[in-house]
């Protein structure tokens, strides 16, 4: 007698138990050779392809935020302009969702689905183009800010900040740490912890030394910082048995990895290694036997005990935004 999960009671013989087992057994044999089958192969295949060119798109428009940042480019967006934007990310949402059970009868139904919505969106959706002189620009811009030791802000619009060039390195310090206030900061912090390959407890010493205003050794951490993302960049691959490179050399090194590896399809994220590329060479750049001091908190200058002047807040603010910048390129390279 076996007692089910509802309370009924049944008189199961051994015989109905044996044909129940024989039954389970030919259903997952029979499952296993339509898994096994080619038709299935060929749908895996085509989804597998399919979900490589959609998910781009879909994690994409899923950031909090990117919208606003891409539609910057083009100044203020209209309400209309939202709402096919948002149609576009609803309906790319809608597509890309694939039931889990998939009846074996309509293998390519979803399939087809997907990709006739897909479509029908694409078609509808008016996005609006940059011309080549204003991608040129905005290149220039970001390198400028780059070179000023400005790095992506993730707590602000992206519009505040890299769509028009600074007069000059103090208009560029004025600008950029408006947009640095304390609430703002711990806002970079939390950003900063939640990623998947920071040092936290590195991190976390710098966050405290900035916040009791020690600021040459929450530099000292922060660089060290940049510098093991640096050597993480490396590709041992291409080290040709020597070992990985520091300081200015890695920097190279990364800007050649960035040039191989890093998918440039999206002009976000040209201009954002643009960017970054042009604040690891000033940061980074030769002491020049120390001649002259650096405008940028520089490296070389800090760690062999040669800078002057006195490492302000400004410095540190810089060198967080660059290593949590440093934390997003290791994510489009991994």
Not at 111 to 129: H, V, Y
Not at 237 to 265: F, M, T, Y
Request: net charge positive; with cysteine; aromatic share 8%.
């Amino acid at each position: 007698m076996d007692i089910q999960e509802d309370g009924k009671i049944t008189n199961n013989s051994k015989e109905e138990k044996a044909e129940s087992t024989k039954s389970t057994i030919h259903s997952d044999s029979l499952n296993q050779k339509i898994m096994d089958s080619p038709a299935w192969k060929d749908m895996e295949s085509i989804h597998i392809r399919v979900k490589d060119i959609v998910k781009p798109i879909y994690s994409a428009l899923s950031i909090p935020g990117i919208i606003n940042e891409s539609l910057a480019l083009f100044g203020k967006p209209s309400k209309q302009l939202m709402d096919e934007m948002q149609k576009l990310r609803d309906g790319i949402k809608e597509a890309y969702t694939i039931p889990k059970i998939i009846d074996y009868s309509e293998w390519f139904e979803p399939l087809r689905k997907m990709t006739a919505q897909l479509s029908e969106i694409i078609k509808n959706i008016k996005i609006p183009s940059i011309s080549e002189e204003r991608k040129q620009e905005l290149l220039e811009i970001h390198m400028l800010w780059g070179m000023y030791g400005w790095t992506i802000n993730p707590c602000v619009e992206f519009k505040t900040l890299f769509n028009s060039a600074p007069s000059d390195k103090k208009d560029a310090d004025i600008i950029a740490l408006k947009a640095c206030s304390k609430k703002e900061m711990e806002k970079l912090f939390g950003i900063i912890m939640r990623t998947k390959r920071v040092k936290k407890t590195d991190f976390e010493e710098a966050v405290f030394d900035y916040k009791h205003r020690q600021y040459k050794s929450c530099a000292l951490v922060l660089f060290s910082l940049v510098d093991a993302t640096l050597i993480r960049l490396q590709k041992k691959s291409d080290l040709n048995g020597k070992g990985r490179k520091v300081g200015l050399k890695a920097v190279k090194k990364v800007q050649r990895r960035i040039e191989k590896d890093v998918n440039k399809e999206l002009f976000f994220t040209v201009m954002f290694c643009t960017n970054i590329s042009a604040c690891l060479e000033k940061m980074f750049e030769s002491g020049n036997d120390f001649k002259q001091q650096p405008e940028v908190i520089n490296r070389k200058f800090l760690d062999h005990g040669m800078l002057t002047r006195r490492v302000s807040r400004k410095d540190c603010i810089q060198l967080f935004l660059l290593y949590y910048n440093m934390l997003e390129l290791l994510d489009k390279i991994y």
